[in-house]
């Protein structure tokens, strides 16, 4: 598992092609890679070639330590008036019978029915209804940090963010001003999925554009606040499309710092107007990852989303450049099963999450929000975590 640096001179020097062995020895002197050697990994690299470089990276930034955290998720409603095409789980306005709206109350008890759990996030992310205004979400915030002051809201991703500004006419900033006041802490990474026009305008041409997306972010950051991005992978996007992507994600980052983590998301094709288009191959799946920790060196973290990858994926991830395994997730989240993921209930409980990581080779840490540690779990007794409620 541990990748020693005498390893890693190995495997760049028994690189027989001369671009992969000039691009190892780039990153082992922590040098940034280019936009060409970015699309030259994915064409030419082996998965244990990108793989032993990234895993050399993350081992020199994290050690063994992998992070999770403690979090809840509320999909306020999947009626949405955007048209993705590879979307499983919205449904337009003049569907919205064989969708779902939560009132603010109904909202309000899923965050109740967590007041004995030592949650410390909650994940608000949901579709876009043209009858949601951002008062409506202003005052929901509200209500949740009346009820819970410490509990982190990581809410809205820039679509939803795009259209509660545009229809309360306000810009970026003066809309994420007034957001942070109402208690939103970070945003979460979604809809950026592939910012190239050629791809964007195919998969996703109504909503928020590439320029909207980033501005948004950047409103965040400057404000002091943080967030994550991803990225949509494994459709109709090709290797450059993808380095564009991360690109763009860099640019920001050098400018702002605001990023803590890369998440790419991979597309599932069930139940969509992509269904035709093949999942990506596991092997693709990780060389992805790894490149991503390579190309994105200001990024602090990279994420595996598990609900979406699948346990098993999710745990071969952290050899391949990921650090984080998102959270504990109670099965409320419905995005993906809807896609057609393999995990069809969407629930680990610590004790679970923290099993997975060790079984792995890893060391379990609980984090916050922000990346603070909240509890190292790498000497705790697993059958005693097992059976006290509070993991449970
Ligand atoms: O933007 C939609 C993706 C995203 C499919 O910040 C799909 O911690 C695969 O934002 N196949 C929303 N993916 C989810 C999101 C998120 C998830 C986990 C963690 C964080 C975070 C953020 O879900 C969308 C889109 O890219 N998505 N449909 C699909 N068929
Ligand atoms: Fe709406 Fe998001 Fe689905 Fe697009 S991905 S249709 S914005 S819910």
């Given at each position: 598992m541990t990748e020693t640096i005498s390893g890693v001179e190995q495997l760049i020097s028994s690189e027989k092609d001369a671009a992969l062995r000039k691009i190892g020895e780039k990153i082992l002197a922590e040098q940034r890679i280019s936009f060409q050697e970015g699309i030259t990994l994915f064409e030419k690299a082996s998965l244990g070639f990108a793989g032993g470089l990234a895993n050399y990276i993350r081992e020199k930034r994290h050690g063994n330590n992998t992070y999770f955290n403690r979090n809840f998720h509320i999909e306020p409603t999947n009626v949405c008036v955007f048209t993705c095409t590879f979307c499983s789980y919205s449904r337009l306005y003049k569907n919205r019978e064989e969708g779902w709206e939560l009132s603010a109350d109904q909202m309000m008890h899923i965050v109740k029915s967590?007041?004995?759990?030592?949650?410390?996030e909650v994940h608000i992310v949901g579709g876009v209804h043209p009858k949601l205004t951002m008062q409506f979400f202003i005052d929901v915030m509200k209500r949740i940090k009346e009820h819970r002051p410490e509990l982190h809201i990581k809410g809205y991703t820039a679509v939803e963010l795009d259209y509660m500004f545009r229809k309360a006419k306000v810009s970026p900033e003066e809309g994420m001003q007034l957001l942070k006041d109402a208690g939103l802490q970070s945003l979460p990474g979604g809809g950026a999925e592939i910012f190239h026009p050629d791809i964007r305008s195919q998969i996703c041409h109504d909503k928020v554009d590439t320029e909207g997306w980033l501005s948004i972010h950047k409103a965040a950051h400057n404000l002091g606040m943080h967030s994550n991005a991803t990225m949509l992978y494994g459709h109709i996007e090709n290797y450059m499309h993808r380095i564009d992507h991360m690109d763009k994600l860099r640019t920001l980052q050098d400018e702002t710092?605001?990023?803590?983590t890369f998440i790419p998301l991979k597309f599932r094709n069930k139940n969509n107007d992509m269904s035709e288009v093949p999942e990506s191959s596991v092997v693709e799946d990780m060389r992805l990852y790894a490149i991503s920790r390579l190309y994105l060196d200001n990024f602090p973290h990279l994420k595996a989303y598990w609900p979406m990858l699948g346990r098993q994926s999710a745990q071969l991830t952290l050899s391949f450049g990921v650090d984080d395994l998102d959270g504990t997730i109670?099965?409320?989240?419905?995005i993906y099963t809807m896609a057609g993921s393999e995990e069809q209930k969407p629930a680990l409980s610590t004790a679970e999450l923290v099993s997975l990581i060790r079984q792995a080779g890893r060391h379990p840490i609980e984090r916050d929000t922000l990346y603070h540690t909240i509890k190292d779990y790498g000497e705790e007794d697993l059958e005693a975590l097992s059976h006290n409620p509070q993991y449970n």
């Open positions: 967590y007041d004995n759990k030592p949650v410390t710092g605001g990023f803590n109670d099965d409320t989240t419905k």
